[in-house]
């Protein structure tokens, strides 16, 4: 083997392992997510005869009585309780009522073979809805439902997009507030981390120590610990209102518990190291020269912080911005705890979807969807960065 190849070979080896981790917890879980949300395939795998006959269908009035018998032979075919579940939440998220329908339905052919009249047994099979509800579900495995319906849209009668009535979604809603509250967050990490990171990168020492370690001290420490302590800290009776009460500041206890003023104070004390540490390893960087010169050169320290240090420290500030952000909206359990029920955030609706709901779709969609914000954020930070390089 010529020595080229081996040296390649060798260096492959060694990324293997690295490759494969992110093949299955990366890649895969992502690849899955996306194809839940644009596909759909419960209603024409457990109607494979009813998505043929209907296929030839104009959508008029009911189906022809060989339509029917087909939709009755899958029927009789789904032995799979599981399967005939999935089917069930399929068609009754579109629509209401086929949870009865298909029940009735299932439990008066158990047992019978033959033709059957399905308007004897429910006289909703005579109507046109449920019909075209179900055709519209077993036309093709492939949808754009999930990922119109996360932005509060869907496709009317002509097949065109249109927004949702009024009050039947609010997903566009918690996105904007999902939004909000990040930049609430990232702004107050902002606020609070940028002297803490200028105060400890102009000690040394022991100093220096004790206040980074005061920033990671969260970070060795569950979340769900961090959260639950902000609970109690921030409750009526709790160590905030209770000094001011002390102090005679306030009359009443201020209302810190599920609220939005909760929400983001919890978020910012857990995603402060986020901001403090690249702040300050930008600022260990710079020469501490600078100050005393502009000094020296007649600029008052405010003056001299704006023009001087700021710019030199802005690197940090947007790579801090970028990840306290980023890290914020995917945030679940501290606005599920310390939030109230206007507070919560697109996490909330993504966990509803995947565990009490059962619909992968519309979790993945929404997943999506944050994703692709996500990724929209990271590319303008990589063209503002790549200008300011190229300025420079």
Not at 137 to 148: E, Q, Y
């Amino acid at each position: 083997m010529q020595p080229a190849l081996l040296q390649r070979l060798k260096a492959f080896l060694l990324l293997a392992p690295l490759l494969a981790f992110m093949l299955a917890f990366f890649v895969v879980p992502l690849v899955t997510m996306m194809k839940s949300a644009v596909s759909d395939p419960v209603a024409t795998e457990a109607l494979p005869r009813t998505a043929k006959a209907l296929a030839r269908w104009n959508r008029a009035g009911v189906p022809p009585a060989p339509s029917q018998a087909a939709l009755v032979d899958d029927i009789r075919s789904v032995s799979n309780d599981e399967q005939f579940g999935d089917l069930v939440r399929r068609l009754n998220s579109a629509q209401s009522g086929f949870r009865s329908l298909l029940g009735k339905t299932r439990r008066a052919l158990d047992g019978t073979s033959g033709a059957v009249d399905l308007a004897a047994l429910d006289s909703r099979w005579s109507e046109s809805t449920y019909w075209s509800t179900i055709a519209e579900a077993v036309a093709s495995p492939w949808t754009d439902k999930n990922l119109l319906a996360a932005v509060d849209l869907e496709r009317n009668a002509a097949g065109s997009i249109s927004a949702m009535p009024e009050g039947a979604s609010a997903n566009r809603l918690i996105m904007i507030r999902t939004f909000v509250t990040s930049a609430l967050v990232t702004l107050a990490c902002i606020l609070i981390g940028l002297p803490f990171a200028m105060v400890a990168a102009s000690v040394e020492g022991w100093r220096r120590q004790i206040l980074l370690g005061a920033v990671l001290l969260p970070l060795w420490t569950s979340l769900l610990v961090r959260t639950a302590a902000w609970y109690v800290v921030l409750q009526d009776n709790g160590l905030i209102n209770a000094t001011l009460k002390g102090l005679g500041l306030t009359s009443a206890p201020i209302p810190l518990m599920f609220n939005r003023l909760g929400v983001v104070i919890a978020m910012t004390h857990v995603l402060l190291p986020f901001m403090v540490l690249p702040i300050f390893s930008v600022l260990i960087a710079i020469p501490r020269n600078l100050m005393p010169a502009a000094a020296s050169l007649g600029a008052h320290p405010l003056r001299a912080f704006v023009h001087v240090l700021l710019p030199l420290s802005m690197r940090g500030v947007v790579s801090g911005a970028l990840l306290v952000f980023m890290a914020a909206l995917g945030y679940y359990i501290t606005p599920a705890l310390i939030g109230g029920a206007n507070d919560q955030m697109i996490s909330s609706v993504i966990a509803y979807y995947a565990t009490a709901a059962a619909n992968w779709g519309m979790a993945g969609a929404l997943g999506l969807v944050l994703l692709a914000m996500t990724i929209l954020l990271y590319a303008v930070y990589i063209r503002l960065t790549s200008a300011e390089e190229q300025r420079a």
